[in-house]
Nanobody, 124 residues
Framework: EVRLVESGGGSVQPGGSLSLSCQPSGSISNRCTMAWYRQASGKEREMVSLIRGQGDGTKTYTDAVKGRFTISHDETRNMLFLQMSSLKTEDTAVYYC????????????????WGQGTQVTVSS
């Protein structure tokens, strides 16, 4: 069974930076649509950023992180990254990576693989 292994979470002061990474434990497609989600305490999971697969490469971000977060994918190693800068207290959450989206029309219906989650805490 292939799992997604995340790393890079931690604690940082407001205005600081963190970088998250995610890599499959086995062989899966490196052409999938991939994403980062987050879930803050008491809130629903939300998509933070997505990178379209199949050679498209289009990147999208939720409004709250635009200009501060950058998603990237290393196709050779099939690693997904999320570079986070100018972090705010409201960015505190458990962050999850997800690989290989399935679509229902234009909407994502599910991801085939999920990471275990990594805690990001932004606090002074």
């Amino acid at each position: 069974e292939v799992r997604l292994v995340e790393s890079g979470g931690g604690s940082v002061q407001p205005g600081g930076s963190l970088s998250l990474s995610c890599q499959p434990s086995g062989s899966i497609s490196n052409r999938c649509t991939m994403a980062w989600y987050r879930q803050a305490s008491g809130k629903e999971r939300e998509m933070v950023s997505l990178i379209r697969g199949q050679g498209d490469g289009t990147k999208t971000y939720t409004d709250a992180v635009k200009g501060r977060f950058t998603i990237s994918h290393d196709e050779t190693r099939n690693m997904l990254f999320l570079q986070m800068s100018s972090l705010k207290t409201e960015d505190t959450a458990v962050y999850y990576c997800a690989f290989c989206a399935s679509y229902n029309g234009d909407k994502i219906s599910r991801f085939e693989y999920w990471g275990q989650g990594t805690q990001v805490t932004v606090s002074s």
